[in-house]
């Protein structure tokens, strides 16, 4: 790094620490305002495409999972719950 750069983020850190401190004003002040959340959903493109492409609810979900997809599942979690309670690591 040359040294001019240097002490351009040199005196940028001290004045930041300055400012942290309330010993020095900032030199600009920067305002985001956020949406409205209640308001994302139903304007986000990008929510309704995962909406569209996911299940609604557990319910839904386990409806569209086959009995054998069910015990794989169950017997999976089994297997995991068995190995916390012995203390080993999941997923080894």
């Given amino acids: 790094m040359n040294k001019d750069l240097f002490d351009q983020l040199h ?3 001290k004045e930041a620490v300055a400012v942290a401190k309330g010993e020095m004003q900032p030199s600009r002040i920067f305002t985001i305002e956020l949406p409205k959340v209640s308001a994302t959903p139903e304007t986000s493109e990008h929510s309704k495409t995962v909406s569209a492409a996911k299940p609604k609810s557990y319910t839904t979900l386990r409806a569209k999972m086959t009995p054998e997809s069910r015990a794989a599942s169950a017997a ?3 297997a995991i719950l068995q190995e916390m309670q012995a203390g080993n690591s999941v997923g080894k």
Wanted: charged content about 15%; overall charge positive; hydrophobic content about 15%.
């Fill in 11 to 13: 005196q940028s850190a």
């Fill in 76 to 78: 999976k979690t089994q």
